[in-house]
């Protein structure tokens, strides 16, 4: 007993403190155990098995086949669904993006006016964003009927023959892609109504004095001063569109042919259709390579345009 | 404000308040309407003679997957406000060798995307022989709650620290401190976390779709998505289904809208 000799003849008060310091450390780790034994078993340690997996030919039952970068290699050599569905989910994510930033800055800035009712307006807007994927893409479906759907239908009124939507493999991907807006619109129009609220009155005062018209204060004081705003909604967007599942599987699951067949849609046959669990991982980590290369070019850039007060 | 501007307004915010809920409300009209009627051009948006007794149908068809996805949303939510808090207040109140280092490496595994995790939890999660059972739908889950942990910590930073010494001052073990005099502090973050992991719980897809086989152990989603043909062969009891799916949680979002929005501006403050 080590411990016990070395306290003996100490001070009580020094001995006292020790072990008060170690029940308190033993407290705090006891306190974040559970986070942190969650961490360690369901996050580093699949990383490693998933870096593994990624150099090896495996079915995720029998003994995995060391192949090297093999995978990689057949990907980009040797795997058109894998261009394809990369393109797809550049496709998506290049509409989807403006799309929902822009809409919900127009929606943020008219949910910013003082007007009656605001509140029923904004839960409006918001409420798809909080409804079920599935929910949403049963209706969509059968608002894209070709014809006896609510969309052509109102297409025909307006004297427009509406295309054959889902079945149509160049109009497949753009409906997707509405309903994905139409439901995502929520997130942006929060968080730039909350930069919205958050501006500082005095700059718009002193503009209003010197005669600048409503264009213009939007233009040179409101657009610059949520540039921060929207760097963020340009890092989130980005990685949630580029991560695009629920719609794609319950509208069109990938198809007609592979029209809109996406990047975690491949994932996600290969991984769990085909059992190919070593060629979805390196799949997986050229994402992750991809996200983490946009994300950090987007934090780098920021200096370019974001203006901080 | 002008009045032809605060109309033209008006009319504008009315335009995109339609086309944001008319797919709502189809939803739950073609939920009452009889089969024949469901699909008709032009749309009806007000069912003429409500089939009440379509929903009769679905809550024989559905029970099991409805009890499955209230169950698992109760863990999670409750799962994680547990954990998250425990880890938050140490974070914030608790002083021990490690802390900081800690908490830096739990911040940093949040920026590893969702997907790299995915295809080894799988892997993992069979040869332990957990596939087609309902723990990969929330042991996960409950024990890795990072962002909520963030949240709990920046909570916690701002009680009072007199509160605190009360509850020291009185004997109160470090325990009973975090939970009756800290905790009741931070209900507001509580109540944030909680209807985000409900709704997230909630509208999961893709977790029930790669783990769960049995049909008694299938989430109201995916028993939606995978059933439709063999189970809601009408296209009125599949959006009965539906509504079932949305009502829930458009009522926790209109009861606890604040503090929804709370969380969501929470993250966005920090970009």
């Known amino acids: 007993m080590a411990t016990l000799s070395l306290t003996r003849g100490r001070p009580v008060a020094v001995a006292g403190a020790r072990r008060e310091r170690r029940r308190q450390n033993l407290v705090g780790w006891l306190f974040i155990s559970p986070i942190v034994v969650g961490v360690v078993v369901f996050q580093f340690f699949p990383i490693l098995v998933s870096m593994g997996a990624s150099l090896t030919s495996w079915n995720g039952i029998s003994a995995p086949k060391f192949v090297g970068l093999q995978n990689f290699r057949d990907l980009f050599g040797n795997d058109p669904l894998f261009v394809q569905t990369f393109k797809n989910t550049i496709y998506f994510t290049l509409a989807s993006i403006p799309l929902t930033i822009g809409v919900g800055l127009v929606l943020a800035l008219l949910c910013s006016r003082p007007i009656k009712g605001v509140a029923f307006f904004r839960t409006a807007y918001f409420a798809p964003y909080v409804t079920n994927v599935v929910a949403i893409g049963f209706v969509w479906f059968w608002f894209f009927q070709p014809d006896n759907g609510v969309i052509n239908g109102m297409l025909g009124q307006v004297g427009i023959s509406g295309p054959q939507w889902l079945s149509s493999s160049s109009w497949a991907m753009p409906a997707v892609i509405l309903v994905s807006v139409w439901q995502g619109i929520g997130y942006p129009m929060i968080i730039l109504l909350a930069g919205l609220q958050g501006l500082p009155e005095e700059y718009f005062e002193s503009a209003r004095i010197d005669g600048a018209g409503a264009w213009a204060r939007l233009r040179y004081i409101t657009l610059p001063l949520l540039t921060p705003h929207f760097l963020f909604l340009l890092i989130t967007q980005f990685i949630t569109s580029f991560q695009v599942f629920g719609l794609i599987y319950v509208m069109t699951k990938g198809g007609p042919g592979h029209s809109t067949s996406v990047y975690i849609f491949n994932i996600y046959q290969n991984a769990f259709g085909f059992g190919k669990v070593g060629y979805a991982s390196a799949m997986a980590w050229i994402l992750f390579a991809v996200i983490a290369a946009v994300t950090f070019l987007q934090w780098r850039l920021q200096k370019r345009w974001v203006f901080y007060t | ?271």
């Open chain 2, 1 to 271: 404000m002008r009045i032809a501007t605060k109309t033209s307004q008006y009319v504008v915010m009315t335009l995109f308040a339609a086309a944001f809920l008319a797919p709502l409300v189809w939803m739950i009209s073609a939920s009452l309407r009889p089969e024949a009627q469901v699909l008709s051009v032009p749309p009806q948006f007000l069912p003429k003679d409500a089939q009440w007794d379509n929903y009769r149908q679905i809550f024989e068809l559905i029970p099991v997957f409805l009890w499955n996805s209230v169950k698992l949303a109760g863990l999670n939510v409750v799962g994680i406000l547990i954990v998250a808090s425990m880890a938050g207040y140490a974070f914030a109140r608790l002083r021990f060798a490690g802390r900081d280092f800690a908490f830096i490496v739990l911040l940093a595994t949040s920026i590893i995307p969702g997907i790299a995790y995915l295809i080894p939890q799988y892997i993992v999660f069979r040869h332990i022989g957990w596939v087609d059972t309902q723990y990969p739908l929330w042991v996960p889950k409950v024990l890795t709650p990072v962002f909520a942990t963030f949240l709990m910590r920046q909570s916690f930073l701002t009680v009072p620290k007199e509160l605190e010494d009360a509850g020291k001052i009185d004997g109160a073990s470090t325990f009973g401190i975090y939970w009756r005099i800290m905790l009741p502090q931070t209900k507001p973050a509580l109540a944030a976390i909680g209807v985000f992991t409900f709704l997230e719980s909630w509208n999961d897809l893709f977790g029930p779709l790669i783990y769960i086989n049995s049909e008694n152990l299938q989430t109201l989603p995916v028993a939606l998505a995978q059933f439709q043909g063999e189970y809601f062969t009408q296209i009125s009891l599949l959006m009965c289904g539906a509504t079932v799916s949305v009502v829930p949680v458009i009522a926790v979002f209109l009861f606890a809208q604040r503090y929804f929005i709370q969380g969501i501006t929470m993250t966005g403050m920090k970009g």
